[in-house]
Structures are given as C-alpha cells and as structure tokens.
C-alpha cells in the first residue's frame, strides 16, 4: 500500500507540474481604447490613464504591451480566505451570521495613507507572490468549501475586475452570492455590468471633500458617490463605511453634510459604519481616534434622519448592534464580528412588527 501511495503522488505532482503554466497567460483587459502611437487609455477607473507602450496605468495593475492593455493581477489571488464571517466586510443588514470566501489580488487604484492592507493593496502583481487560481477554480473551491458567498475584498476589487466579473458569472450560475467592498473608484460603465452579479457592496466613503480625497488617497469624491448611486439604482445591497481619522475628516459639518447626502440620494435605510483608525502605513504619527468622536458623528447621523448607524472597531460597543427604528430595542445583537442574537421574524422586529431594511436570508 505504502509503495502505491508513493507512485500515486509522483504522478500526481507529475500530472500538476505539466498543467500547470510556468507563466500564467496574459489576459487582455477590458475597458480602454487604443490611441495612436501604439498609447492606450484606460477606461475603468476615472483616472483614465493614459499609457504608453511597455508602462503600467497609475494601479501598477494594467500594462500596455504593444498597443494592447493586458491586466496583471487575473487569476493571480495573494489572499483566499475561508472563513470571513460576512459582518467583518462589513455587511450588518445582510445575511447575519454567513462565512465568505473572500478573495484578492495586489494592488490598488488610490493610494490612501492610512491603508490597513498596504501590504498586499500598495504592491504590484509581480512583487508579492500569488497563486495562479482561474475563476472556474476559484468558484469550485468556494463551492467545496460549503460557503455561499465570495466576497472580492482586502484590495480594491475593481482593479482585478476581468477576474472578479469573470468568478461572480460563475458563482451566480452555482448559486453563491457575490458581495464586494470597494473604495467605488470606478467608471459607471464597468461598474453597471458588474452589478448584474453583484448581490451586496459596501463602499469606504473616505470623507467629503474633495481636499480630504486629494491630500489622503490621491483621488476624488465625485466619482465616488456616482459609484454610490449607480449601485442603488442597479438593486445592489448598499452599506457605507466611513473611516474616521483625527484632524483628517472628523469635522462635525461635514459629517452632517455627508450624512444629508447619503439620506437624500441613498435613502434613509442605508446602513453608515463609522469606524475608528489606528496609526498605519504612511500616518504612523496619528492618534487612535477618540471613541467619543465615533459617538458625536452616530448621534449626527441619527439626527440626519439615517436608521441604521454602527460604530466599528471598538470591541464591546453597544452601537455594533442593530436597533429597531420604531421600538428601539435590540433585533442584532453582536460582539466583535460575531453575531450572539437575531430579534428578527420574516425581516420584522419581532418585538413591534417594524420592517427592517436588508437582506436576511
């Protein structure tokens, strides 16, 4: 038997080793034209990088070869995770108490200075290792794994969007659920197409000025929240995480200003996460923020008339569970990222009868 097992596992490794490519192939990209000259731009973020032959977009991500715009980062995952509970995404008002099969590639089209991924978010393709995993394998391994949902995150998902778009067709037709979390830094085209897959997103709104955008994450706000809005009118299950950083975006106006917004165009429903910040990456020098700022910014947003307002990051808080609106009693209890109590009856409070926004099964 011993003998047997030995041969098995030589021509195991010798059938893997001759399918296995040395190189993975290169893919084409999707979502930019050719100029002349042999320069391309790219169409998938709003930087719409002009490229030209032998460089790489500002994502470090998509390479102009000879004309064409190939992707660096497809079927090239440096994290698979198995079991992400759905609430450290964070999705609070969708599936309580699901496990994902979370997924990413390296890179990233911002550059924020806080990044808690820069590990991984701030590297190109080729300086940090991967495995070579095609989409058709990746939904396999999902689907074996008795998961039910891929989560694209830890990176920004929109520059693997070949990949992504290509494993959320797959995982849709073996009846998994897709959700992403997602700086929103993306065309409306590219993102329309996606969301046909797209079950749930939640999307870090930075801050809301274009200054806060320009000095932190070398982007822009615009773009963002027509991000926000293109996913509301396409179905698509919306949360929104806003990071608070010390003396960065923690002004109690715009906060207000924020929040206003996202009732106004968004709905009140809409589920807001204010998260606290540690020192990390390039603002190293910064303070834990002030548990007490988080508090100020959930008591604005409720006074903006938003009805469902978690505080992230700090262990044990009561504003990580879920209130009912009308009866203001617990209906989602949780401690950490875990859920301990669900109040819920057919997505009612089970104590008033109150419906509560999201997706709960």
């Known amino acids: 038997m011993k003998k047997i097992r030995v041969v098995f596992l030589i021509l195991f490794l010798a059938f893997f080793l001759a399918n296995s490519p040395a190189e993975p192939p290169s893919k084409e990209a999707s ?5 002349a000259d042999k320069f391309v731009q790219c169409q998938l973020c709003p930087r719409q990088c002009r490229i030209p032959s032998g460089k790489r977009g500002f994502c470090r991500v998509r390479e102009n070869k000879d004309g064409t715009l190939y992707t660096l980062s497809y079927s090239k ?3 698979i995770t198995y079991n992400d509970p759905i609430e450290k995404k964070p999705l609070f008002h969708f599936l309580p108490t699901e496990t994902t099969f979370s997924v990413a590639t ?35 391994m999902a689907v074996e794994s008795g998961r039910k949902v891929i989560a694209y995150t830890y990176t920004e998902p929109t520059i693997f969007y070949e990949y992504m778009y290509e494993c959320a067709q797959l995982a849709r037709q073996a009846g998994l659920k897709n959700v992403m979390h997602s700086n929103g830094y993306i065309q409306e085209e590219p ?9 749930a997103a939640n999307i870090d709104l930075k801050g809301f000025s ?48 924020m929040c206003l917004w996202i009732k106004e165009n968004l709905g009140a429903d809409t589920p807001v996460h204010f998260s606290r910040a540690f020192p990390m990456y390039k603002l190293t020098s910064i303070n834990p923020t002030p548990v007490e700022t988080l508090h100020k ?4 947003a409720l006074d903006c008339g938003l009805r469902y307002v978690y505080i992230g990051n700090v262990a044990g808080d009561p504003a990580e569970n879920t ?11 949780r401690k950490g990222y875990f859920v301990v109590n669900v109040g819920l009856e057919s997505g009612r409070c089970k104590f008033c009868g109150e419906n509560i926004s999201g997706v709960w099964k």
């Open 297 to 300: 910014a959930r008591e604005i």
């Open 106 to 140: 390296a890179g990233c089209n911002l550059r924020c200075l806080f990044c808690q991924n820069w590990e991984i978010s701030q590297a190109a393709p080729d300086e940090i290792e991967y495995r070579y995993v095609e989409p058709k394998e990746l939904v396999r």
């Open 77 to 79: 995952p440096v994290s």
């Open 210 to 257: 274009d200054d806060f955008y320009s000095r932190v994450s070398s982007g822009t706000l615009e773009p963002v929240l027509r991000s926000l809005k293109v996913l509301k009118e396409e179905g698509v299950h919306l949360e929104i995480t806003n990071l608070i950083l010390s003396g960065y975006n923690d002004d109690p106006e715009l906060i207000r200003k």
């Open 191 to 199: 993102l329309r197409k996606l969301a046909k897959f797209l079950d």
């Open 31 to 35: 979502f930019y034209k050719r100029l």
């Open 323 to 333: 209130y009912c609106p009308r009866c203001k009693k617990v209906i989602v209890e």
